[in-house]
């Protein structure tokens, strides 16, 4: 059986997160150990029960085992998963078929997947595989999704700091999802901000994923109700849970990427609750 490690957070409340301090947002919403060599790690968020991970094989495959706070025979049983390589090139078998991933190509898994394993072309220099899950009730065919072939948007400018490419791999409209909608955004340089103005999403929780960011640099991800908005400092690979009643945006020290995974009521990309700028508080 493959070397795991399980994380559960539970859902909170707007009105306690108001009191929480540095550690305890930290400790529910910061997930800082996504990409560990030689084990698939993975965290259980009870908001619309995302799962959000990494599997980062070495000289041998990991395989996706049997998750105990699903209470399923096997992984996929009544899920379906999003899949981004970030890092060397490597592969994903599915029922025994096998999918090749470069750097930043995607693979949808349908529902009722039994057997999926990940594997590094060079253990040198390995994949990172970051994984998102979501409850599924209908199959969906497996499929790959290269970064070129992704819907792409380009959106902000120099002059508001936040000039970024989109790119929707999995989609309604493509990948006959159920509820899962996942991309990344990469930040040109001099840009730092994303997703400003900020939103909320009522109808649905979103798991941001930092990369390309340099260890000595850091950034500042705004949480929380719009008029009362906290920060986490989050660093180089690591995630954060962003709650259905939570703004979700950052500001860099340096320009970075991120991914971005959705699950919940609606799967629209432009299902969102404006929170203008000049609301926050």
Partial sequence: MTTKTIDERQAAHPRDVRGYDTETLRQDFLIERIFVPGEVALTYSHYDRMIVGGAMPAAKPLTLDPFPPTGTPFFLARRELGVINLGGAGSVSVDGERFELPSLDALYVGLGAREVSFASTDPANPAKFYLTSAPAHREARHQLI?????????????????????????????????????????????????????????????????????????????????????????????????????????????NYSFVWAMAGDNVEFTDMDAAPVETLR
């Fill in 146 to 254: 290269r970064k070129d072939d992704a819907n792409t948007i380009h959106l902000g400018s120099a002059e508001t700091s936040n000039k970024r490419t989109i790119r929707q791999y999995i989609m309604p409209n493509s990948t006959g999802t159920n509820q899962l909608v996942m991309g990344m955004t990469a930040l040109e340089p001099g840009s730092v901000w994303n997703s400003m103005p900020c939103h909320t999403h009522t109808r649905r929780m979103e798991a941001y994923l930092y990369f390309n960011l340099d260890q000595a640099h850091r950034v500042f991800h705004f949480m929380g109700e719009p008029q009362q908005t906290r920060h986490l400092l989050v660093a180089n690979e690591q995630a954060v849970i962003s709650p259905n009643w939570s703004i979700h945006c950052g500001c860099g020290t340096s």
